[in-house]
T-cell receptor, first 113, second 118 residues
Framework: AQSVTQLGSHVSVSEGALVLLRCNYSSSVPPYLFWYVQYPNQGLQLLLKYTTGATLVKGINGFEAEFKKSETSFHLTKPSAHMSDAAEYFCAVSTGGGIKLTFGTGTQLKVEL | GAVVSQHPSWVICKSGTSVKIECRSLDFQATTMFWYRQFPKQSLMLMATSNEGSKATYEQGVEKDKFLINHASLTLSTLTVTSAHPEDSSFYIC??????????????FGEGSWLTVV
């Protein structure tokens, strides 16, 4: 079975500050890892994904994440937060090249002036 | 790019009635689609796997007779909430992956459908 843990249900940063959203996973086989963003009352938008290859993955809107197998982590970062980054962020995992996702509980990002 | 569309985006129904939500892949074929449910301020929980031409596979705890899934074509899956009750009020989201892809790492989500049962 696979699972995802997102540490911190709410994260607040100042505009221009570093964004760090934490995600740890559990999987018995090599995982595919995803970060999605959800704006209020909307569906999910893919930020980035890791499947194989380079462990540092760059996504849209300046976000990136690094797959660290030894730490079973896939933390999401952005060097400088923007007000438009305020949203809910979900980490997800699938295994065996599958398309069935298991989501973390989500992290609400608040960006303050 | 690939788009998955859900309809309706918002629906209000009376308790005891049934409501159907459609999930369409607009420019690709999808043998498999997934239905998720998201309660307010919570994560997405997988409800079932919709398989074109065969029965859906439901996750543990999801009532298959209450949440009817039909995947009659390669571009359309429907979720029917039967005899809806207020506790079924939720945000329902579908996802699909192009059948043509050799690996399943491209997953497209619909915009979601808000169901309110009054």
């Amino acid at each position: 079975a696979q699972s995802v843990t997102q540490l911190g249900s709410h994260v607040s940063v100042s505009e221009g500050a570093l964004v760090l959203l934490r995600c740890n996973y559990s999987s018995s086989v090599p995982p595919y890892l995803f970060w999605y963003v959800q704006y209020p009352n909307q569906g999910l938008q893919l930020l980035l994904k890791y499947t194989t290859g380079a462990t540092l993955v760059k996504g849209i809107n300046g976000f990136e994440a690094e797959f660290k197998k030894s730490e079973t982590s896939f933390h999401l970062t952005k060097p400088s937060a923007h007000m438009s980054d305020a949203a809910e962020y979900f980490c997800a995992v699938s295994t065996g090249g599958g398309i069935k996702l298991t989501f973390g509980t989500g992290t609400q990002l608040k960006v303050e002036l | 790019g690939a788009v998955v569309s859900q309809h309706p985006s918002w629906v209000i129904c009376k308790s005891g009635t049934s409501v159907k939500i459609e999930c369409r892949s607009l420019d690709f074929q999808a043998t498999t689609m997934f239905w998720y449910r998201q309660f307010p301020k919570q994560s997405l929980m997988l409800m079932a796997t919709s398989n074109e031409g065969s029965k859906a596979t439901y996750e543990q705890g999801v009532e298959k007779d209450k949440f009817l899934i039909n995947h009659a074509s390669l571009t359309l899956s429907t979720l029917t909430v039967t005899s809806a009750h207020p506790e079924d009020s939720s945000f329902y989201i579908c996802s699909a992956t192009p059948t043509s892809e050799s690996s399943g790492n491209t997953i497209y989500f619909g915009e979601g459908s808000w169901l309110t049962v009054v």
